[in-house]
């Protein structure tokens, strides 16, 4: 359906805590510990996990023309990567913009403070699930050729 598509990737553990906040608080509040501690957090999880990585392979599949472009590489190396956005959309942007771009890099809509459950969320059969969704999804990576998985999103 598309000639080309630009495919970004977050890390899943923090995409998955990003936006189960947004869904429990909209997108500038906090899940409550409650909400952490209720079974609405396995639920979502156990749906959203397999959602991150078949969303990924997908695009892998039948995007006929595709840039991978990974969320944390943008927030290290903002300029770098607009550059490599703009060459693949064949387009040219100005320095002027791509420093106003940077200079406003953090924009308004994130939440206050890095507010997270106190304990870590994620159980260990949780853990065992994503992590084998990231081996998936950084085997597809590597046999297409693109940008694999940043090191720190891979089980240690």
């Not at 156990?46 to 990974?70: E, N, Q």
């Not at 990567?81 to 809509?109: H, K, M, P, V």
């Not at 159980?123 to 994503?130: G, L, N, S």
């Amino acid at each position: 359906m598309f000639d080309s598509a630009i495919l970004l990737i977050r890390n899943p553990y923090r995409s998955l805590i990003a936006e189960f906040n947004r869904k429990c608080a909209g997108h500038l509040g906090h899940a409550t510990e409650a909400q952490w501690e209720s079974k609405e957090w396995p639920e979502f999880v156990s749906s959203y996990a397999p959602w991150w990585a078949s969303h990924a392979l997908s695009w892998m599949k039948f995007g006929r023309r595709l840039l991978v472009v990974h969320y944390e590489e943008m927030q290290r190396a903002l300029l770098s990567q607009l550059r490599l956005i703009a060459a693949f959309l064949n387009i040219t942007i100005s320095e002027e913009r791509l420093l106003c771009s940077q200079s406003n890099q953090d924009g308004y809509f994130k939440r206050p403070g890095a507010q997270q459950p106190s304990l870590d969320p994620f159980t260990p059969d949780m853990r065992q699930m994503i992590d084998s969704f990231i081996l998936t999804v950084d085997l597809a990576l590597q046999s297409r050729n693109f940008s694999r998985i940043p090191q720190e999103y891979l089980p240690r």
